[in-house]
């Protein structure tokens, strides 16, 4: 079931927010939020800006070769 509860378009938005103020800060990004946010921005480029997070277990499945 994809519809939407965390919508993959706001979560892409606020990795992206968090890894700026993390930058702003004088941080250095945080891997696990640089990897989230690699792939929100891949789950838009496929299409899925508007399914709830979890069609990233299709992307995921894809890159491990297991289907969508």
């Not at 990897?35 to 997070?53: E, I, M, P, V, W």
Request: no cysteine.
């Amino acid at each position: 079931d994809f519809a939407p509860r965390a919508h993959t378009t706001l979560l892409a938005k606020d990795s992206a927010l968090a890894l700026a103020m993390a930058a702003e800060a004088g941080l250095p990004p945080p891997p696990m939020g640089q990897a989230a946010a690699a792939l929100f921005q891949q789950a838009l480029a496929a299409g899925y800006g508007g399914d709830d997070d979890a069609r990233l277990l299709s992307l995921m499945r894809a890159h491990l070769g297991a289907g969508g």
